[in-house]
Every structure is written in structure tokens, then in C-alpha cells.
């Protein structure tokens, strides 16, 4: 089971196709920290985090955590123990991170990508996930869908679903 990107503005799995947006600076198979761009690949996919103060328990075969106030996902290329990894945010952390519980409503459905996860190489880019978006504006290096179209896609996809971006 393989949901696909071909292009930069259609996702595809089986046969349906969702609009999405994809990082401001295209595609790469070379990505980096910070440079805007979604990584070329085929990869799987991690759990399905909700904001369940904003919506249900969605219907899916995914694994689902609900997002916490302290949540946050490392994106600190000077913390080798935490880059790439959800984190609980402190006062005391130091390191930089991308909150998980926002203000605006990309990250009321989130699925992580598991690209660079096993052996992580500091630098290589973090927080890559596929979340929601109101307009498709372009995204950081993320996979962007509307809240409807999300919320179909992962009534579809189960664990073992890998996603392919050529």
C-alpha cells in the first residue's frame, strides 16, 4: 500500500487523488535543515497525532495520540539525543523545537515521516510531516492536505502504508 506524490501539487493513493502542498522550495533528495524543501523517497509513516479539544478520535487503523500542550518535536541540530524526535517541552529544555499544540489548526491531524528516524544524522532535516492546511500555501518541507481530505486518506492507510515522493 503506497500513497504517492508525483507531482508537486497531487497526492495519490489507490484511487483517490488529494490536492496538497509540499515545501516552498520543491523537492529534494538532498535535504537539509531549514531549507524548505520535502525530501525525495519512499518512506513510512509513524502514528497519527490529533488534537482531540478540537475533534474526535478520528476513524483510522493508525496508531492515535492525542497532542498535549507539552509536546514538541526537536528540531536542534546541536541535540543529538533529541533531533528528529517528539519531545516534552520544559523550561529547562535548550534546545530548539516545533511546538505540537498550535494556535492555528495545521496540526490538528499530524503524521510524522519517517524520514531520517532510524540513525539520525543531525542537519538532515526534521519535523517532516504530513498535516493540515486551509490554503495550500506552501510548507517548510512538509506534506500539506485540507482537514477533509486528511481525515479520508487516513480512514484508508493503515501501519504499514509507506508513502513515495519522486
Not at 75 to 87: A, E, G, P, V
Not at 139 to 150: P, R, V
Amino acid at each position: 500500500m503506497l500513497i504517492t506524490l508525483k507531482n508537486k501539487g497531487t497526492l495519490n493513493y489507490k484511487n483517490f487523488f488529494f490536492r496538497c502542498a509540499i515545501g516552498k522550495n520543491g523537492l529534494t533528495s538532498n535535504k537539509k535543515e531549514g531549507d524548505k524543501k520535502t525530501p525525495k523517497g519512499t518512506f513510512n509513516l509513524d502514528k497519527l497525532y490529533y488534537r482531540k479539544d478540537r475533534l474526535k478520535k478520528p476513524k483510522t487503523k493508525l496508531k492515535c495520540t492525542p497532542i498535549i500542550k507539552k509536546m514538541g518535536w526537536c528540531d536542534d541540530i546541536n541535540s543529538k539525543k533529541n533531533y528528529n524526535k517528539l519531545i516534552n517541552i520544559n523550561k529547562k529544555n535548550k534546545i530548539k523545537y516545533e511546538k505540537m499544540y498550535r494556535r492555528d489548526n495545521n496540526y490538528d491531524l499530524v503524521i510524522p515521516i519517517k524520514f531520517n528516524f532510524k540513525k539520525t544524522k543531525l542537519g538532515k532535516g526534521s519535523a517532516i510531516f504530513i498535516h493540515v492546511t486551509k490554503n495550500y500555501k506552501p510548507t517548510e518541507g512538509c506534506i500539506a492536505l485540507k482537514k477533509s481530505d486528511l481525515l479520508i486518506l487516513i480512514k484508508l492507510i493503515n501501519k504499514n502504508t509507506k508513502i513515495q515522493i519522486t
